[in-house]
């Protein structure tokens, strides 16, 4: 059974798993923590002794020590976690609600205390575990997205998205579940009123009769969005001739398997208006912008994107439909190919055949092309300075954008990269567009030859077809020489080698 209270054990149960996931809470709330901090810097300069001691009686009494040292640390943790775990049904009362950056939209984050933080991971974990709320697996709708759409079945797709979501949740329904079904604890219940009501006052609804909205930006608003969705989803599952559902955060995607082939655009055009009506209906408004229908009874034939004529097996000339109808949705483009097989002997058929074809979105290519523009302009502002390292500083960023790497200090090794951020793309138009953008600045950046030569060796389609990987340190270091040796007159200047981690190559992508 879930234990659900917010105790001091509970409190290093948050703890542990965050500092597993890489995130240090001692450095986030320095004051807080500052006596286990002081505690860490006497631990690290007794392992330091350890390693410089040679003798073995000496380095078993430093070891104890240190062991010694570490339970203190422990019981430090311990009862700074216990204080802020101390009177929160008071703390939870005088929480307040501050504006947040603006992302796109405004954000909000709660106030900057360590009790905040813990009640706010808490409450989270109570909600996904008693209502099992998650977010759905991208990898896996588009997985089977792409099965569905290769099969020879008619279909009829939906795609539409949820205008302004976070800010359009009916917050009277929501909180009336949340508060009748005694799923949630009592201070579960009271942090979640508590962050709505200081939200309400920041969006001047303090005393509306129908409030909307929840605090985008901080921790339990995920979860209390899709649980309210449930309602909708559960709604839309219930429509008939519907085969396949899927909803990730506010983009939404629906097929239809209408009975007959003979179906007309009239009957087709129902499935869209009873979707919407739906939405609508549960207090929610969807963007017209990206809301679109497909009609594939006859097959993927309609969702074109360019053809690719073929002689005798050989590219002959590709181009871009001017007028291509593709479906867009969670950072790729599916349309279908037209490949002509033509044939020299005169008494044989060309052969035609479509494929489904899958592509990098073009806004998500827009997001490559800005990171590699970016990288280049820091480049010409650094080189002043110091071009060696401004150079490898680049060199470092384009090699992370066109190649993989892993995720440092997260316990679930995620990998990233031009591979594994967009495993489903099965053709290279899009990688030979960043190629291209690349080659541009590399041949306009004012390069020496040398530095162009380096440059070119790094590819964003050989990337993501040999699924290179390189493993970036998390900042910058200097890495021991190996050829210097004591009294080697040669290298005696020679400090290392200098290579950039994952902080410096990302410091300027931030707002991307």
């Given at each position: 059974m879930l234990d659900q209270s917010f105790s001091q054990d509970t409190f290093q149960e948050i703890f542990d798993r965050e500092n597993r996931k890489g995130k240090n809470i001692e450095s986030k709330f320095k004051t807080e923590f500052q006596p286990s901090l002081d505690q860490l810097n006497i631990i690290q300069t007794k392992t330091a002794e350890i390693i410089a001691e040679t003798d073995v009686d000496r380095k078993k009494v430093l070891f104890e020590e240190r062991k010694r040292l570490k339970q203190?640390?422990?019981?430090?943790?311990k009862n700074i976690l216990n204080e802020a775990s101390t009177n929160l049904p008071s703390k939870i009362q005088n929480l307040k609600v501050d504006l947040g950056p603006m992302i796109g939209k405004q954000t909000y984050?709660?106030?900057e205390k360590l009790e905040n933080f813990f009640i706010s991971k808490k409450t989270q974990w109570n909600i996904a575990r008693t209502y099992k709320?998650?977010?759905a697996n991208r990898y896996a709708i588009l997985s089977q997205l792409t099965k569905l759409l290769e099969d020879q079945f008619p279909k009829y797709i939906i795609r539409t998205d949820i205008q302004s979501f976070y800010e359009s949740i009916p917050q009277k329904h929501l909180l009336l579940k949340i508060n009748n079904d005694h799923l949630l604890s009592v201070l579960?219940?009271?942090?979640?009123?508590?962050v709505i009501e200081e939200f309400n006052v920041l969006t001047s609804q303090t005393g509306a009769s129908n409030p909307i909205g929840v605090p985008r930006g901080i921790g339990i608003s995920p979860y209390l969005s899709e649980l309210y969705m449930r309602i909708v989803d559960n709604e839309i599952k219930d429509m008939p001739n519907l085969i396949y559902y899927s909803r990730y955060v506010d983009d939404i995607l629906a097929i239809f398997v209408p009975e007959t082939k003979k179906v007309t655009s009239t009957e087709l055009a129902r499935y869209k208006t009873k979707l919407i009506q739906i939405i609508k209906n549960k207090g929610?408004?969807?963007?017209?912008?990206?809301?679109e229908s497909y009609n594939l009874i006859n097959g993927i034939d309609s969702i074109n994107t360019r053809n690719i004529e073929l002689l005798d097996n050989i590219i002959m000339s590709k181009r871009k439909k001017t007028n291509a109808t593709t479906i867009n949705y969670l950072g790729y483009t599916i349309g279908s190919l037209k490949t002509v097989n033509k044939f020299s002997e005169s008494s044989r058929k060309d052969k035609t055949t479509r494929t489904l074809t899958i592509d990098i979105s073009d806004k998500k290519i827009s997001k490559y092309k800005a990171k590699i523009k970016s990288a280049f302009d820091d480049f010409q502002k650094k080189r002043t300075n110091n071009e060696k390292n401004a150079f490898k500083l680049l060199k470092a960023r384009i090699e992370f954008l066109?190649?993989?790497?892993?995720?440092?200090?997260?316990?679930?090794?995620v990998l990233i990269g031009i591979?594994?951020?967009n495993p489903f793309i099965n053709n290279s138009y899009s990688l030979e567009i960043l190629d291209n953008y690349f080659k541009w600045h590399r041949n306009h950046g004012k390069l020496s030859a040398k530095q162009k030569s380096q440059l070119e060796k790094l590819n964003f389609k050989n990337g993501y077809k040999t699924k290179k990987f390189v493993l970036f340190p998390l900042k910058k270091e200097l890495y021991r020489n190996h050829n210097s040796k004591k009294n080697d007159v040669v290298n005696i200047n020679n400090k290392g080698v200098l290579r950039y981690g994952l902080?410096?190559?990302?410091?300027i992508w931030k707002k991307f």
């Open positions: 203190e640390r422990e019981v430090l943790i984050v709660l106030e709320v998650k977010q579960s219940k009271r942090f979640i009123n508590k929610l408004n969807i963007n017209s912008s990206k809301t066109a190649s993989n790497t892993r995720l440092r200090n997260n316990k679930a090794n591979y594994y951020s902080r410096e190559i990302n410091s």
